[in-house]
Every structure is written in structure tokens, then in C-alpha cells.
């Protein structure tokens, strides 16, 4: 799978840490399991482990439920940082589709 990262990741570094966090800012209502964080990020295992423990210790990320023997985590929106990081993440959407609105009327 060809790892894949958003205007998010263009903006604030193409690393690890961020790749996650995007995939949380983008699907932020919604809870993954590690395995289905790295399959999306394009990230290994061993990495998305590694990164999920840091976001979880830091409480960025919040368990949620588990199925069977596997735990689920999603965006912990409660904390200071994570609002910061959602109106930014709501900036970067605002800036595209105002490039793409600009882009529209040059061609309409």
C-alpha cells in the first residue's frame, strides 16, 4: 500500500506522529483498532504501536470499547491540544476548498 497524508501532514510535517493524528482529525467520530490505524496511515505495526502508546500516554487518543481481544481508540476531543488541533485541521479544510471554489470560478 502506498502511504498516503493530507494537506495536514504537508503543513505540519510528514512524520509518524502526524500521519496518525490526521487519520483521528479526519475520522474523528469514529474508533480504530492499531491494526486498522496502521493499515490506513500506510504506517508498520511496530511504528503505529509505538506512536498510539505515546498519543495514549499523552491522553490525545482515548480507549473506547473493546471487541473480542481488540481495543478500540478515537480522538480524545476533550483535551485542550486536540481543540487546537481540530481548528487547525478545520483551517487546512477551509484553505482547500477555498483553493478549489478559486480554482472553479477561474474555469467557470
Not at 479526519?26 to 480504530?32: I, N, P, V
Not at 511496530?46 to 498510539?52: F, I, K, S, W
Request: glycine fraction near 4%; charged fraction near 35%; proline fraction near 2%.
Amino acid at each position: 500500500m502506498e502511504p498516503k497524508w493530507g494537506d495536514f501532514c504537508e503543513i505540519f510535517g510528514v512524520n509518524p506522529r502526524n500521519r496518525i493524528l490526521e487519520h483521528f482529525l479526519e475520522m474523528r467520530s469514529l474508533d480504530f483498532s492499531i491494526g486498522d490505524v496502521a493499515r490506513e496511515t500506510g504506517l508498520n505495526r511496530a511504528t503505529t504501536y509505538n506512536v498510539m502508546e505515546e498519543l495514549i500516554k499523552e491522553k490525545f487518543v482515548i480507549t473506547t470499547r473493546k471487541l473480542s481481544r481488540i481495543q478500540l481508540y478515537k480522538l480524545n476531543k476533550e483535551k485542550h491540544e486536540v481543540k487546537i488541533l481540530l481548528k487547525a485541521f478545520s483551517m487546512v479544510l477551509k484553505k482547500i476548498l477555498d483553493e478549489y471554489e478559486e480554482k472553479e470560478n477561474i474555469y467557470a
